[in-house]
């Protein structure tokens, strides 16, 4: 059964046509990416399954119920890590369970353990760097009560180390959790290395004119980054975006 459907959703801002008869099916645990031209519409179209926007035309439907237009049905991770600096990491990590009221400390604990973070869970964000930033912010999302992930850009300003470190880390936390990811990147690698399928956006108005299912087997190594079949779909997209 297919776990959130968009049916034919447009979006427009006045005259401004952002997206045009967007249809896209997303399964139970799977990690999907969109990838498109800067000033496609990827953000709005989180924006509206998170229903910060309303569409013009179309509907969102999660678990077959209609959500179109409203709130608390996802979690959502920006590009910033966005975590408030007056409130420890512990703290930080554990504020989508305090606004449902479902605390669990010991779960927030070892998740933060299992991400390196043992020794900071009483630090303020200020004593972190940019990576271990994200990493508290994507526990965050992980220990919301939502299981549909948006990851919006997450690790775009991260230095190339740091951001294949963190990919590496995002599938390995995956993995273990298979919850629903939705992830906007620009990095055609990223997108390859890390999803099932691969949703290309034209640009505006935007359209899906590809959709990409990712054959490389999981759990996988940076290597795969190197091989004939991962170049080979690396051109492939690369070609689709540039028209």
């Not at 006045?14 to 008869?21: D, E, I």
């Not at 179109?68 to 991770?77: E, F, L, N, R, V």
């Not at 353990?113 to 508290?136: F, I, V």
Request: with cysteine; glycine share 6%.
């Amino acid at each position: 059964m297919d776990y959130l459907r968009i049916d034919h959703v447009d979006k427009s801002f006045g005259s401004h046509h952002v997206l045009k008869n967007i249809n896209l099916l997303i399964k139970k645990g799977e990690f999907v990416s969109i990838i498109g031209p800067s000033g496609s519409g990827k953000s709005t179209l989180f924006q509206l399954i998170g229903g910060l926007l309303q569409p013009n035309q179309g509907n969102i439907f999660l678990n077959d119920e209609n959500i179109t237009g409203t709130k608390g049905h996802i979690s959502y991770m920006p590009q910033a890590p966005s975590l408030f600096p007056w409130r420890t990491i512990i703290e930080n990590v554990m504020l989508g369970q305090e606004l449902s009221g479902k605390k669990q400390k010991a779960i927030a604990t070892a998740m933060l353990e299992k991400a390196g973070l043992s020794d900071y869970t009483d630090q303020y964000p200020n004593a972190l760097s940019g990576g271990m930033k994200q990493r508290a912010s994507f526990i965050r999302a992980l220990l919301s009560s939502q299981e549909l992930l948006l990851l919006d850009e997450p690790f775009g300003a991260l230095d190339e180390f740091t951001r294949l470190d963190m990919q590496q880390w995002l599938l390995s936390i995956w993995e273990s959790n298979k919850r629903t990811i939705l992830f906007i990147t620009h990095n055609i690698e990223e997108a390859l290395y890390l999803s099932d399928r691969i949703i290309i956006l034209s640009s505006n108005p935007a359209t899906i004119i590809k959709e990409i299912k990712v054959p490389f087997d999981r759990p996988r190594s940076s290597e795969l980054w190197l091989e004939k079949d991962f170049l080979q779909y690396k051109k492939e997209i690369y070609s689709c975006l540039k028209g």
